[in-house]
């Protein structure tokens, strides 16, 4: 199986180029690097990566021009994930970016690039057609859950690994967290499923569906 191939864009030199190391040190091509949102979106639409990489606040106006070119490749090329970083958790980024689709998208706050193992998940989940949210982001759509809830149905334990879920997190990855055994984890898995309508012979995947239900339950 060929090597997952990325693109990162970032206007700063130091952490463009950390981030290009440890992907590649975890076995994922970097084909190009950004410095600025235009570069990125060309660099994109030449090298077609399974996954761009992309802080928020870049040139050339140093707002959101990493989001806006974040969402128009999404629009363009909805085969290529999208993971997004910023500093502070800002709710109207998180729901431009998830648009009506959140198949391979991902949002973290940048300092979860420290946590090396969880980022390099995120990405790889990603660039899968998985989603991957920051525990933040996380928490706050559980506490806003409307009154008539497809999720009031779950169990404490089934919420915490659909949250866990909604990080990118595989089963094994669930288990380490929650410290139970994998067997656990897909007793669980198997209970949101039923309980959410999410049938085994859906064509599309299923964890992908569970973290929509928990997405739309918050909006």
Known sequence: MSALRAVI???ELLLREGV???LEEAGIEVVARAA???DLLRRVRGHKPD???IDVRMPPDLTDDGLRAAIEIRRE???VGVLVFSQHLVERFVTE???DDERGVGYLLKHRIADLGYFVDAVRSVAQGGTALDPEVVARMFGRRRREDPLEALTPREREVLALMAEGLSNTGIAERMTVQPPAVEKHVTS???KLGIARDRAENQRV????ALLRAAR
């Open 97 to 99: 970016l998830l648009g």
């Open 209 to 212: 569906l569970a973290v929509l």
């Open 20 to 22: 290009a190391r440890v």
């Open 9 to 11: 864009a970032d206007d």
């Open 192 to 194: 949101i499923f039923s």
């Open 51 to 53: 996954v761009a990489i």
């Open 77 to 79: 090329q909805p085969d």
């Open 36 to 38: 600025d949102a235009p």
